[in-house]
Structure formats: structure tokens, C-alpha cells
Antibody, heavy 122, light 111 residues
Framework: QVQLQESGPGLLKPSETLSLTCAVSGYSISSDYQWGWIRQPPGKGLQWIGSISRTGITSYNPSLQSRVTISIDTSKNQFSLKVTSVTAADTAVYYC???????????????WGLGTLVTVSS | QSVLTQPPSVSGAPGQRVTISCTGSSFNIGAGYHVHWYQQLPGAAPKLLIYAYTNRPSGVPDRFSGSKSGTSASLAITGLQAEDEADYYCQSYDNSLSGSVFGGGTKLTVL
């Protein structure tokens, strides 16, 4: 059974860089699937941030692309998210999820991690 | 403004049937990309409810069903129960954005 767990700092100041890691257990991320990040501002809906394949091919939300980097570390069975120059608008619960199974436009997110709240405040 | 449009809220009494629509365009649903549905209970992470329009993952009751019509998709919940009170989101792929997109979410209230 695949399980995902997000980790990282919960409080950042404006202009800092958000760094989160998603540890995957129960499955080798080098085997198959893509791996994604989604966020949810307090009281609002879901926003896809981006995804990465097992070979490191990335895809990003155009609205965030200039500030976002997703990377994968198959030796540690985890993948990571960096968002630079954060502002209060980046305050959200950040989720990681398995994205698959086709590596096409017909993929879905399942399962999801529990999520981690990141607050940006001076 | 979400690429996929959902009603902000729906409601129904226990035992009733409710539907939630998800309207897209020729860049996503109309282009043939599949629609998936998620249930988010209060304070919890989203959970896959329906994938590829009509398929239920193991453990999802058959009270939940999905359908497609043109550039829209719908989620139907029959035999409404108090535990169904949650936010529901649709998700698809948009080829103009080259990425995944979500609907704005629909809050289901069980009266």
C-alpha cells in the first residue's frame, strides 16, 4: 500500500524559499507513475502545482512555473518541491500525491499525503 | 476563476439523490480527457472517489457514480447519508495549459 508523507518548515517569511519533501513508502518511485504536488489555500479550492516522472521529466502550472522546481531522489524514494520568493498568497496546505497510471492527460491523483500547512507571514 | 466550473454548493435530505456538475471546454473535457472526482471530508486530505468518468476505486460505495455528456461531467450521489457531507472536486487535463486542472469545488450539505 503506497503511503506519502509531506515534511518541511511550516512558517516562512515573505521572499524566502519554500522547500517540502514527500517521502514515499510501500512503493519504489523509480518503478512507475508520476508524482505530483497540489496546494489548497485556507478555505479555498485545489490548485495543481506540478508533477515529475520517475525519470525526472517535469510539468508545471503555468501560473507558478517561474518560481517552482520539483525534483526526484530515487535513492531516498522521495520527491521535493521548491517555491521561491514566497508571499502571503502562497499560504496553503501542500499535498503530495501519486499521479498516474498512464503518464498521459488521463491520469488522476491517488493516493494523497495528509498535507502540510505552510504559512507565509512576516 | 477555475478552468472547470462546479456549483459552489448543493444540498439534499438523507436518502435523496443529488448531482454535481463539472463544466469544461474543448481544451479539456471536450477534448476527450477523462474526468476524476475527489471527496474531501472536513479537515482531511482529498480522496479519489471516481476515476475516468465512471470507475470507483475499491472501497467506494456504489451510491457514488459518474457520467459524461459533451464538455461536462457529473457526479451523482444516491441514498444521501450524513457522512457524505464534504467538498467535492472534479479534475481533468487541459491541453492549452499543458497540465492538470481542478474544478472550484462543491460543498455538499446534508439537511
Amino acid at each position: 500500500q503506497v503511503q506519502l508523507q509531506e515534511s518541511g518548515p511550516g512558517l516562512l517569511k515573505p521572499s524566502e524559499t519554500l522547500s517540502l519533501t514527500c517521502a514515499v513508502s510501500g512503493y519504489s518511485i523509480s518503478s512507475d507513475y508520476q508524482w505530483g504536488w497540489i496546494r489548497q489555500p485556507p478555505g479555498k479550492g485545489l490548485q495543481w502545482i506540478g508533477s515529475i516522472s520517475r525519470t525526472g521529466i517535469t510539468s508545471y502550472n503555468p501560473s507558478l512555473q517561474s518560481r517552482v522546481t520539483i525534483s526526484i531522489d530515487t535513492s531516498k524514494n522521495q520527491f521535493s518541491l521548491k517555491v521561491t520568493s514566497v508571499t502571503a498568497a502562497d499560504t496553503a496546505v501542500y499535498y503530495c500525491a501519486t499521479y498516474g497510471p498512464y503518464a498521459s492527460g488521463n491520469d488522476w491523483f491517488h493516493p494523497w499525503g495528509l498535507g502540510t500547512l505552510v504559512t507565509v507571514s512576516s | 476563476q477555475s478552468v472547470l466550473t462546479q456549483p459552489p454548493s448543493v444540498s439534499g435530505a438523507p436518502g435523496q439523490r443529488v448531482t454535481i456538475s463539472c463544466t469544461g471546454s474543448s481544451f479539456n473535457i471536450g477534448a476527450g480527457y477523462h474526468v476524476h472526482w475527489y471527496q474531501q471530508l472536513p479537515g482531511a486530505a482529498p480522496k479519489l472517489l471516481i476515476y475516468a468518468y465512471t470507475n470507483r476505486p475499491s472501497g467506494v460505495p456504489d451510491r457514488f457514480s459518474g457520467s459524461k455528456s459533451g464538455t461536462s461531467a457529473s457526479l451523482a450521489i444516491t441514498g444521501l447519508q450524513a457522512e457524505d457531507e464534504a467538498d467535492y472536486y472534479c479534475q481533468s487535463y487541459d491541453n492549452s495549459l499543458s497540465g492538470s486542472v481542478f474544478g472550484g469545488g462543491t460543498k455538499l450539505t446534508v439537511l
